[in-house]
């Protein structure tokens, strides 16, 4: 305790935004940090966040008029399967003034606001250019850095994997030990675990086989850091944790046509299908709401016919126009001049297609008059989606608890409802310019196959299924 207490520094472990937004606090209550990471440059899962950063009753919001706070967002929450409400409480009161300190503090935008799966208020806030996760940890990282070359209250050591928390009887946490170019290090002070989740942790002693081996399997959108290491440390000195067997499933990995097998893969922002992108199966029909939580997504993707499609007319690809250059500039996506190239490609009819856009786009008119109270799919494949929306939760849930939620499925959802506002956005008569990716397995042997986008899904949704 005495090597603590008063503390000559704080020690943070990890540079991602949690580290970042962890080392910044404590510069502006006066104090010194270290930020130690074991990678060889910090940023992490953050600065792969794409679709953008959650908060309820923000400026952005307001502007914009949209009418939302922490009750309504503790409500979707717990709604969307958090079984903490306490936890889920402090994480949606203190959602609006983060984003208000992330504007405020350094200067960001985040002046776009979507919605979002499982969302019933557009909350999850970008700026117009890149990916916002890598636009706001490189905004608090610089400026550390900044203070680290002009003063000695920061300081960040990469390549330094932290593996032991130093402790002083039982219970005192005094310092944390890290391992750089083969030599051993200490560092004292209070330790603030910032290392990320469990998501890549792949051997067989690992977090994902202890709480959800099954789903080991699966590829992932998690960086190679990601082995749960502050998890780990922390119970080695019987630190306690909860809620580990909560691993989300997301729907859309994009899968690479020349490297299918991956198991590291690129994900499709959310946003994607937050800006109107529409999800079709091999046949070119619409299988789900595209705004449903992710585990049913994944999950109609198991129902249905692989390989499935993200398409994106040109007024959707325009609003997220700097994800799609991205994404083609990384082989996951491609540009067609119209909907006969696409159809021409995938071997899809023309005039299902069309009807599938139209369909999806005359729901939204619908909506958008407000002429209708609840969703009316056309479909029975459809239907059977609305319903799903409404059964499933954000997260993949253990096999017991899928089980219990897919009783509750009964009636179309607001979060169906949500979704076809969305479709809104997509014309109705053969959209000029249809940008196609996505993509997921050929078959249900979990091979996934070629095309571009949306799968981890394919292989996640393959093991969802099976979960379920
Ligand atoms: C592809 C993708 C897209 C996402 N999109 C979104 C989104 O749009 N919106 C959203 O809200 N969330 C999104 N998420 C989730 C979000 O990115 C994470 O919840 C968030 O980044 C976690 O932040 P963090 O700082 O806790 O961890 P990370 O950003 O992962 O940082 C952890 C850091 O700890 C370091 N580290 C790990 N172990 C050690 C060790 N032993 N010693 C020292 N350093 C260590 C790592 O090198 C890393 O730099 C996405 C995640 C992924 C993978």
Redesign the pocket.
Known sequence: MAKVFPAHQCIV???????FSAAHTILEYGGRAVV????PF?????????????GSGTSSQKAKGIKDDADIFLSDTLKGGAKKPEVAKVMCVESGPGVEWLIEKFDLDLSLVARLGGHSQPR?HRGAERF??MTI?YALMQRFEKIAETSDRARIVNK????NLLTDGPKQVIGAE?EKAGMAYNEYGPVIL????F?ADFGSDSLLAKYRPDLLHLPT???E???G??IK?GERINAKTIDLEWVQVHPTGLVKIDDADAKVK??A???LRGVGGVLIDKTGNRFCNELGRRDYVSGMMWKNQPPFRLCLNSKASKEIHWHCEHYKGRGVMKGYKNMQELCDETGIKPDVLRKTLDDHSEIGKKVEANLTRAPTMRTRRASRSTRGARSSSTTCRPRSMTRTASRSSRRPSTTAWVGWRSTRRVRSRAPRAVRSVVCTRRARSRAVCTATTASAATRCSTAWSSAA
Not at 13 to 19: F, I, K, S
Not at 44 to 54: C, D, E, H, M, Q
Not at 160 to 163: E, G, H, I, L
């Open positions: 472990v990890g540079g991602g935004l949690a580290g130690l990471d074991k990678s910090c940023g992490g899962n953050s600065t792969k966040a794409t679709s953008g950063i959650n999850t916002p996760g940890t330094a994997r932290v593996f890290y910032c290392s990320g989740g998501g959108t998690n960086g850091h990601c082995t290491d502050g440390m690129f994900l922002a959310e946003a």
